[in-house]
C-alpha cells in the first residue's frame, strides 16, 4: 500500500492550487487555525493554497474510465470498455514499453522523441522534457495499480483527510534529445525534509547511456477539508518510506529562495489569456503553458542565441480559464556576459568550471550562464496573486542560431 | 525504389509554400511559362505556391542527422551518433512499436494516448490527432530508408528536379480517443488523379478494433526550380505506381470547394502572430497552429457544447514567425439548428441518416451537423493573402460540457 504514495501526484502537479480569481473560492473551508500549519518556499502558505473540490470529482471521474482491467470484461450495455490500465500491480507495461524495477520503487519507460516534439533547431523542447516528465509519473502510479484509491493517499492519509500538493519543480537540461532520439526515463519517490515526498526524474540516451536532464519535485500533505497544508503524521511516514529511494538526480545545495518580482522588472507582458486549448483534463492552464509564458516574455534575439540549461518552478496558486496573467522577468546583473569586446580584463572574475575545458577565454564567455528571475501573477480585483515564481539559467548555443 | 514516394511527405505539408510577406520571394526563379501547369483546389496556382530554398536546406540538415544506421559506428571526433533510425529499409521497428506490412506498401504503428494529449474532457485532442497522423507518416518514411534520399524524390523525378507538397487533408473523427488507450495508426500511400498522390490513415482502438480516425491527403509535384506545379512525367508515374494502394480510409463524393471568405464573416480574430513555439524545425508555423488559430475563432459556448467530426484543410501558402494572421469564420445558414423549441415541424427536413438510430427527434436534433467554412490569411502589404482554408462539421457533444 506503501507505493499509494506517488499517486496522483504529478496529476496534482497542474492542478494544486485553485485560482481564486475565476472560482472565487466558493465551496472552499478555511480554517484560522495554524497549529497544523507548514512552511512551503520560505513561506508559510494557508488560504493561498487550495486544492479544489472540482479537481477531485474530475479525476475521480477520469479514474473510473481507465480503472478497466487488462483483460477487459464484456462491454455492459450502452457502455464501452476501451482502456487497458491495470488496477493490479504490474511490473511490464508492453504498450508503453515501461518496466517496475528496484522490487517496484523505481519506474522505467522508453520513448521516441517525435517530430512534433522538436523545435526549430531539431531538438526537444522544455515544453516536451515537462510533458514526458508528467507522463512518466502518472504512468508510474499506474503501473502500481493504484490509480483508482484516492489520488494516492495512503490509509493513513485517507483518515486525516490528506492529499498531496505539488509545490516546487527543478529541471536541469543537459543536453536536449534530437528528433528521432530513444530514450530511457526513470522516475522514483524519496523523502523531502520533515512533511514532504520528493519525485525525480533521469532521463537519458538509449544510445550513449548520457543523462540529458535531470529533474526533481517536492510534494507536500494538504488537508482536503481545511485547504491547509499540513504536517506529515506518523501514522502515514510508517506507511511510504519503505518506497523511498535515497537518491538524488540532482544535488541541489540549500534550495536558493526566488525573489518576487514587481512591475518595475525588465520585461512584463501582460493581458495573456488562456486559450481553451491551453487548457488540461482538470481545467486549469497546464504547467507548460506556464513556462511557455515565462520563456515568451524574454527578447526573441536572446531566445535565439541561448538555451534553457535549468528552470526552477516555486507554484503558488492555479490559473483558470478566465484569469489574465502578467509575466514579469528580470535578468540578474552579475550574470549577463559583458557587453562588447571580450578583454582578458574579464578573465579573473571567471568561475574555473566554466573555463576548464574551454580553449580560449572566448569560448568560456560563450558558455557564460545568463540567470533570470520570473513571476507569473494574475489580477484579482486591485492587486495580483503570484501564480508561480521561476528562475531560467541559459547557455550561449553553441552552434549558429538558425 | 518506388517507395521513395512517400518520403518527405508530411514534413513538405508543414512547409510546403513561403510565405512571401516574410520571405519576400527573393532567390526564387519563376517562369512564366503555364506548358506544365496543373489545377489545384480547383484553381491554377503558379507564383503564389513558392517552396523555399531554405526548406531543402533546413531538411537536408535534418536528413543528415537522422541517417546513422541501427548499428551506430563508433562515433568520429568531435561528433556523437545518437540516433537509431534505419538507412536501409526496415520491416520492425521496436521502439516505436511499429511494422511494414503488406510486402512493404502498409505501415502500422503502435501508440498509447498520453496525459498531456487530451483536452478538458480527457479525450485526444484534433491537435494530437494531427500530430500522430505527421508523426507516423515520417516513420513510415524512416523505415523504409529513404529519409535521406531527397525528399522522397524517385530517380524520375530528381531527374525533372520535382518535389511533393501537400495540396489538401481531410480527418473524419468517428470518436475521439481517449486518455490511456492504445491505438493501432495505419499509413498507406495511392493515386490521385493523374498527377497526384494520396496518402491515407486509419486510426483504430486496440481494445475493439473500432474506426475512431479516418484521414486523407492530396500531394502533388512542383519543379523545384521554377517552383510551379507539375503534371506527373510517365518515368515517374512507372517508378512509383507499383506502391500505391487503391483502398480509401474516407470514400470522398467530388471534392467540394471550399468558398473563399472576406471580413464580413460572421467571426473575425485579427492580429494573430506566431510565437517561437508555434514554429516547427522547419521554422513555419506549424500546421496544427493553423487549425488552433481556425478553431478559437469560435465563440467559447459552441465550443463546450460541440465537437469537431471532421476538418478539411486546403493549403495556399505557407506562414513565417514574422506574419500577422487573420482567422475568418462564417457558419453554413442550413446547418445551424433551429434555436429554441424543438418542433415536429421541422420534423421533415431532417436527413433520413440523421434520424436513423435516434430514439427521438430530439436526439437527432442533438446530432445535427453544423458546419463552418474558415480562412486563414496574411497581410501582405494592402492586401491579404490565403495561407489556408478550412471546412468544418460539429456534432452536439452527448454528454454534458464540463
Known amino acids: 500500500m506503501a507505493s499509494a504514495s506517488p499517486c496522483s501526484i504529478y496529476c496534482s502537479s497542474r492542478v494544486f492550487v485553485r485560482c481564486s480569481a475565476s472560482e472565487g473560492g466558493q465551496g472552499y473551508h478555511r480554517s484560522s487555525s495554524s497549529s497544523n500549519a507548514v512552511r512551503v518556499n520560505g513561506a508559510a502558505h494557508r488560504a493561498p493554497l487550495q486544492v479544489g473540490a472540482a479537481l477531485e470529482t474530475s479525476i475521480s471521474r477520469s479514474l473510473a474510465e481507465l480503472s478497466s482491467p487488462v483483460l477487459p470484461p464484456p462491454p455492459a450495455a450502452g457502455e464501452r470498455v476501451r482502456q487497458n490500465i491495470p488496477t493490479e500491480k504490474q511490473t511490464v507495461d508492453p504498450f508503453r514499453q515501461a518496466l517496475i524495477v528496484e522490487g517496484g520503487v523505481r519506474y522505467q519507460q522508453t520513448l521516441v522523441v517525435r517530430s512534433y516534439e522538436v523545435g526549430p533547431d531539431k531538438t526537444a523542447t ?120 535515497d537518491r538524488h538526480a540532482i544535488q541541489e545545495e540549500a534550495n536558493e529562495k526566488i525573489i518576487k518580482l514587481d512591475s518595475n522588472a525588465k520585461y512584463v507582458d501582460s493581458d495573456l489569456k488562456p486559450k481553451r486549448s491551453d487548457l488540461d483534463m482538470n481545467h486549469h492552464v497546464n504547467n507548460v503553458k506556464y513556462v511557455r509564458w515565462m520563456l515568451e516574455t524574454l527578447p526573441d534575439h536572446f531566445l535565439q542565441q541561448h538555451q534553457l540549461s535549468s528552470i526552477i518552478l516555486e507554484y503558488r496558486k492555479e490559473c483558470g480559464s478566465s484569469d489574465v496573467v502578467q509575466s514579469i522577468c528580470q535578468p540578474d546583473e552579475d550574470s549577463v556576459p559583458p557587453e562588447g569586446n571580450v578583454s582578458m ?51 550561449k548555443k553553441s552552434y549558429k542560431a538558425p
Chains 1, 2 share one sequence.
Not at 574579464?346 to 568561475?351: A, M, Q
Open 345 to 395: 580584463v574579464n578573465g579573473p572574475s571567471l568561475l574555473p568550471e566554466i573555463i576548464s575545458g574551454h580553449h580560449s577565454l572566448a569560448d568560456a564567455l560563450q558558455q557564460w550562464p545568463t540567470k533570470y528571475t520570473h513571476l507569473l501573477q494574475l489580477k484579482a480585483g486591485d492587486k495580483h496573486e503570484e501564480i508561480v515564481r521561476g528562475r531560467t539559467t541559459w547557455k
Open 126 to 245: 522544455m515544453e516536451t522534457v515537462l510533458n514526458l516528465l508528467q507522463e512518466t509519473a502518472l504512468n508510474h502510479v499506474w503501473m502500481s495499480g493504484l490509480l483508482g484509491d484516492g489520488f494516492g493517499a495512503t490509509h493513513g492519509m485517507i483518515k486525516n483527510d490528506l492529499i498531496w500538493v505539488v509545490s516546487r519543480m527543478h529541471v536541469q537540461v543537459e543536453q536536449y534529445p534530437i528528433w528521432g532520439e530513444v530514450l530511457d526515463i526513470d522516475t522514483w519517490v524519496g523523502s523531502s525534509g520533515k512533511n514532504g515526498m520528493r519525485r525525480d526524474w533521469l532521463i537519458r540516451g538509449r544510445n550513449s547511456g548520457d543523462v540529458f536532464v535531470r529533474a526533481t519535485s517536492t510534494w507536500v500533505m494538504m488537508n482536503k477539508v481545511t485547504r491547509r497544508l499540513s504536517k506529515m503524521p506518523e501514522e502515514v511516514r510508517g506507511e511510504i518510506a519503505p518506497w523511498f529511494i
